[in-house]
């Protein structure tokens, strides 16, 4: 059936497609209906603001996830996929990731980086007690064949078995 917004002229609907086992939601307003969310009945897929769902939830535009007092928003842009912290207090918020029940990484709203530390100190703070960082490991030839290393650049050089930082010249 059909239903319309208090005080509107627009009218949404479901409606079962039996050519192909579609449901989808419109929008009417008496001359132009409008396709704003579909289920495809052949695999069970959600689209949201588009015909044709490519995974089991496909949403053309912006997601919002809303909580007590922000949002964070995630989309794509050209070839980027954001996600935006819509902090109440502008400057305030922290992009954390969590796995297996506990927070691994955050990211701090001055753009510090915390993996094992939830209270990031430098631009990237990484904190343990049972494990150590991992440099990349290479032989000599390898070294000597990066093409303009960065000053600061550490590698672990494994045919001298040492640790080799590159100071800006050869």
Known sequence: GRFRYSGSSQYFYSRSNTANGN?????????TST????????????GIGLTNPSKELTVAGTIRSVGANSSAD??????DALIVNNNGSIGAGN???????AERVR????????????TPEALLDISSTTDGV???RMTT??????????????VYN?????LCFYNGSS
């Open 23 to 31: 449901f989808i939601w419109v929008g009417e307003d008496g001359t």
């Open 107 to 118: 990211i701090d709203s001055t753009g510090n980086v915390g993996i094992g530390t939830t």
């Open 95 to 101: 992009l954390k990731f969590w796995n297996n029940g």
């Open 158 to 162: 494994t045919t001298l078995n040492t």
């Open 74 to 79: 995630f989309y794509s842009l050209g070839n």
């Open 35 to 46: 396709e704003f969310m579909r289920i495809n009945g052949s695999n069970g897929r959600l």
């Open 134 to 136: 991992l440099l990349p």
């Open 141 to 154: 030839t390898q070294v000597n064949a990066i093409s303009s290393p960065s000053t600061g650049l550490a």
